[in-house]
């Protein structure tokens, strides 16, 4: 099959098409021949070396794909060969065949194609997970989310419109503050223009929020700390400037703050598996209705996986960045 290799890691030109043997599913997994494969920050990591994929993962970017069942292994009862499905995958994704579990794979939803679907795993897998598990985000309160128009970010506001929240954003330019009103923030700030910290303050009459959703870190925690209100929750799902620094912890006890935060990728199978269906139950239906939809921002072939890359890192996408890993 055709992959991409990025041999020992570097900067996106690493990244070459290459030839290889399929993998084969283990018991419990299936083998998905991939039409297309996203996108997520993540791969950025793992290519530049900074994030290296667990012992018993592909060492093939790719962490969300969408294809058709090529074959079934041992137990495999829930899908049948042929069918469309998006999948979480396990690493392997930038490639024409990829496993991933059989229960941590979900319907294509009605109405999407091959690849809008590519384009959901990693996301919603992760915004569920770290807002409404560890997050306990609730219908009536109110979200900050940092880096709103980001593939994560947009999940988060149409979760928080799906879940009837109040969601603020930080973003980085005004079309990208625009944006993320159309897809439901009720606030956007631009963080180069304004403080965010000030802004949440003036906007919510000193009250502040009850989650916030960082991928910044160090940089934010004073602010982010400042504004939570009572029995607020900060859940970290990056530190793209940093996770080390000093603050004043002492709001966390005086406004009984939890700070908490999660990486997908490390998660137990059966952890995935317990996302994969509360997703299937809350999530898909929405989906199939049209009333939640992902934003692709662009699509590259397979082959030009490394134009994709500098895209993301320029971080003048709004939403997803997909491959087409069949023509
Ligand atoms: N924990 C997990 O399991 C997990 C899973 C997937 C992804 N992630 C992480 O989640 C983040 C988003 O992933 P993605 O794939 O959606 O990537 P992405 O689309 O490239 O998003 C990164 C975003 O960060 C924003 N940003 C950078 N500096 C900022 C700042 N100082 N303040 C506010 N926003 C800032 C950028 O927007 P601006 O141009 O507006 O700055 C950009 O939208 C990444 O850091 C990724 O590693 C974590």
């Not at 530049?48 to 090529?70: I, K, M, N, T």
């Not at 490639?95 to 059989?102: H, K």
């Amino acid at each position: 099959m055709k992959y991409i290799a990025h041999g020992s890691g570097g900067d996106a030109d690493c990244m070459t098409l290459a030839d290889g043997p399929a993998p084969t599913p283990g018991p419990g997994q299936i083998l998905i021949e991939v039409v297309c494969a996203g996108v997520n920050r993540p791969d950025v990591l793992q290519r530049s070396g900074r994030y290296p994929p667990p012992a018993d993962a592909s060492p093939v970017l790719g962490l969300e794909v969408a294809g058709r069942v090529a074959a079934l292994g041992a137990g495999v009862t829930e899908w049948k060969v042929g069918a469309g499905v998006t999948a979480l995958a396990p690493g392997g994704g930038y490639a024409e065949y990829c496993v991933a579990a059989a229960s941590h794979a979900l319907p294509i939803p009605a109405g999407m194609d091959f690849a809008m679907a590519a384009a959901l795993p990693e996301t919603w897998f992760t915004v569920w997970a770290n807002l409404v598990d560890l997050g306990r985000l609730a219908p009536g309160e109110r979200l900050l989310v940092h880096g709103g128009s980001s593939g994560i970010g947009l999940v988060a506001i149409q979760l928080a419109k799906h879940l009837g929240v109040e969601c603020f954003v930080t973003v980085g330019n005004e079309e990208k503050a625009a944006f993320c009103l159309g897809a439901g923030a009720a606030h956007a700030i631009n963080y180069r223009t304004a403080d965010f910290a000030e802004e949440v303050k003036r906007i919510t009459e000193g009250t502040g929020v009850d989650v916030i959703l960082d991928m910044v870190g160090a940089p934010y925690l004073q602010r982010n700390l400042a504004s939570l209100r009572r029995d607020g929750r900060l859940v970290y799902v990056a530190f793209l400037e940093g996770s080390k620094g000093e603050a004043d912890l002492m709001p966390v006890m005086l406004k009984r703050l939890t700070i908490t935060g999660s990486t997908m990728r490390p998660r137990t199978q059966a952890e995935k598996t317990e996302i994969r269906d509360a997703l299937a139950m809350n999530i898909w239906p929405a989906l199939a209705r049209g009333e939640l939809l992902p934003h692709l921002f662009a699509r590259f072939p397979l082959a030009r996986a490394a134009e994709a890359h500098r895209l993301m890192e320029s971080s003048r996408h709004i939403g997803k960045i997909v491959l087409d890993v069949q023509p």
